[in-house]
């Protein structure tokens, strides 16, 4: 089946700065990637929705300009934490849209993110 | 806005044992459902995906069901080995992009 990749697998950072998440279709490619967050011990939640070549479109009660999302090709798909906070320390994962006979969603492995 | 449910939140068995997995969703009008496994700090794997049109599917020790009209889905496993221990997730998509997910069932397979 498709692969998606993330990258890094998990990341450590001080509170204050940035981290840039990267979701990668490795063998196909995808107009619209997705991104989810999933809390201890909770259920993943959909953050935003990416689309190449146009701008993400955010869940309500996400903060557009914290989680930056940039669509560049149709293989990848970036999300960058801005001035990240320990209350953003998660687990984030990506998902690719492939249309076949029927739409399916890949999910990425996931990065964890932790904050400081 | 759907809501998904699953229960047990927690199941451990005896290794051999068959057993099911329950999830409940509020609005029929859905796309497809899926479930899926995570394995701790992992991403998730895709076991089984029904469409709305369906009623069930199988792969191997595992058979899926989809009762759309009552909002219920089942998740059949037989002869339950250690190494199907994970977190199993249910997840609707509504006619919409979202996928909605439920909060898991944590099953542990004792050998």
């Known amino acids: 089946g498709a692969v998606v990749s993330q990258h890094p697998s998990r990341v450590i950072c001080k509170s204050g700065t940035s981290v840039k998440i990267e979701c990668r279709s490795l063998d196909f490619q995808a107009t619209t990637m997705f991104w989810y967050r999933q809390f201890p011990k909770q259920s993943l939640m959909l953050m935003a929705t990416s689309n190449e070549g146009s701008k993400a479109t955010y869940e309500q009660g996400v903060e557009k300009d914290k989680f930056l999302i940039n669509h560049a090709s149709l293989t990848l798909s970036t999300l960058t934490v801005t001035s990240a906070h320990p209350e953003d320390s998660s687990f984030y994962i990506c998902?690719?849209?492939?249309?076949?006979?029927?739409?399916?969603?890949?999910f990425g492995p996931g990065t964890r993110l932790l904050v400081l | 806005k759907q809501e998904v449910t699953q229960i047990p939140a927690a199941l451990s068995v005896p290794e051999g044992e068959n057993l099911v997995l329950n999830c409940s969703f509020t609005?029929?009008?859905?796309?497809?459902l899926q479930w899926f496994r995570q394995d701790p700090g992992k991403g998730l794997t895709s076991l089984l995906l029904i469409q709305s049109s369906q009623r069930e599917q199988t792969s191997g020790r595992l058979n899926a069901s989809l009762d759309k009209s009552s909002g219920r889905s089942t998740l059949y496993i037989a002869a339950s080995q250690p190494g199907d221990s994970a977190t199993y997730l249910c997840a609707v998509k509504s006619t919409g992009n979202q996928f909605y997910f439920g909060t898991g069932t944590s099953l542990t397979v004792i050998p």
């Open positions: 998902s690719a849209r492939v249309w076949t006979r029927e739409e399916t969603q890949y």
């Open positions: 609005d029929s009008a859905i796309y497809n």
